[in-house]
Nanobody, 128 residues
Framework: QLQLVESGGGLVQPGGSLRLSCTAS????????LAWFRQGPGNKREGLAC????????HYKDSVKGRFTISRDDMKNTMSLQMESLKVEDTGVYYC?????????????????????WGQGTQVTVSS
């Protein structure tokens, strides 16, 4: 069974930092574009960041640009999201996702339907 498993969520104060990781099992990430999504309370799942395969180009949602950094390590079959200067509105369940249908490019639309594989989600709570 192909699996993505997230880790690293938790409670952090506003202005703090957190690093999320996602590990693939039973498949390799080489040919996939990889992304992180967030679903806040009462909100739809939104795409935050994407990194392409091969050349690791990154794309970010405006609200996290400059604060979040997505990365991938295909040798370790993992991806990460480094989050800095966290805000209360960053609270939510964070999901890693992988897309193969775009030949390794990030989908034109950051819509969840463009992604083939999903992790189970990890909770991030930003609160004082």
């Amino acid at each position: 069974q192909l699996q993505l498993v997230e880790s690293g969520g938790g409670l952090v104060q506003p202005g703090g930092s957190l690093r999320l990781s996602c590990t693939a099992s039973n498949f390799t990430l080489d040919d996939y574009a990889l992304a992180w999504f967030r679903q806040g309370p009462g909100n739809k799942r939104e795409g935050l960041a994407c990194v392409t395969s091969k050349d690791s180009r990154t794309h970010y949602k405006d609200s996290v640009k400059g604060r979040f950094t997505i990365s991938r390590d295909d040798m370790k079959n993992t991806m990460s999201l480094q989050m800095e200067s966290l805000k209360v509105e960053d609270t939510g369940v964070y999901y890693c996702a992988a897309a193969r249908s775009w030949g390794g490019r990030c989908p034109d639309s950051a819509h969840p339907s463009e992604y083939d594989l999903w992790g189970q989600g990890t909770q991030v709570t930003v609160s004082s």
